[in-house]
Each structure stands twice: as structure tokens, then as C-alpha cells.
């Protein structure tokens, strides 16, 4: 349902890895997200605290599905003692399949978390095909 097309996104995950292996504090995805099927609808949610909900952008093409949000940056010249959390916009873009109706995703944000439901195509799912039996079979002639 998800497809995951952008090798640089991968890339970009297996070095956030190999740096933390070695030590080196790896900064977290600015947006984390689990994906799942339940029955005829996909779900996605992604971890967005601290965004302002009418900051969330949500944009569909085709078959891409584009978040933007934006978390503030801190207003004070205050010393900054750690910076693990992005501020600033930030976007991600999820691939969908064929198989899903983008026409009718549904999206809430609540305790900091954005939902997607996205039904699974009509054309897409199971159905059930019934064969006709002909009892009349005329000969064939060779």
C-alpha cells in the first residue's frame, strides 16, 4: 500500500544509523510515522508535537501524499543546552499504491499526532466472479 521509492530517503536512514552505532548522537526523523491495514483502509500516523494545527499543510497528487508542517523556532537568545527536536518546516512525502483511493483520505491531528485514513480503492479490492455453465454445448467440428 505504502511504497517507499525515495533511495535517498534510505540512504539518509541507514547514515542516521551507522553514525549512531558509532557513538554520534543520530538526530530523529523530523516526522515518525507507523502505517497499517485494517481491513479496507490504511492508516498512517506521523508525530508532529508541537506543530500548530494550522500550520499542517497536507497536499495530494496523484498518487503522493505531501505533509508540511511547522514547528517555531525558540524567540529567546537564550543559551541552547540541547537541539534534538527540528524546528523550522519540515516536509514528508509518502507514495501510495494504485490500490488506494486518494480521493477520499481523511485527516484529524490530535495530541500531536496527524491521521490519515485512506480507503483502499473500490476497483482494488476482492470480488467475487461467478462462472456461468452452459448446458447447451453444441459439437464442434473439425
Known amino acids: 500500500m505504502l511504497m517507499r521509492t525515495d533511495p535517498f530517503r534510505e540512504l539518509d536512514r541507514m547514515a542516521q544509523l551507522a553514525l549512531g552505532a558509532t557513538g554520534t548522537l543520530a538526530r530523529p526523523s523530523a516526522m515518525p ?52 527536536r527540528p524546528r523550522g518546516v519540515f516536509s514528508r512525502q509518502l507514495v501510495l499504491g494504485d490500490s488506494l483511493d486518494t480521493e477520499r483520505i481523511e485527516a484529524s491531528y490530535d495530541a500531536g499526532v496527524l491521521s490519515l485514513s485512506i480507503p483502499v480503492a473500490e476497483k482494488a479490492k476482492s470480488r467475487k466472479i461467478q462462472v456461468e455453465h452452459r448446458q447447451d454445448r453444441q459439437a464442434i467440428t473439425a
Open 33 to 84: 510515522l507507523d502505517a497499517w491495514r485494517d481491513g479496507d483502509v490504511f492508516h498512517v500516523e506521523m508525530d508532529l508535537p508541537g506543530v500548530d494545527p494550522g500550520s499542517i499543510d497536507l497536499d495530494v497528487e496523484r498518487n503522493v501524499v505531501t505533509v508540511k508542517a511547522e514547528r517555531p523556532t525558540r524567540a529567546s537568545d537564550a543559551e541552547l543546552i540541547a537541539a534534538e
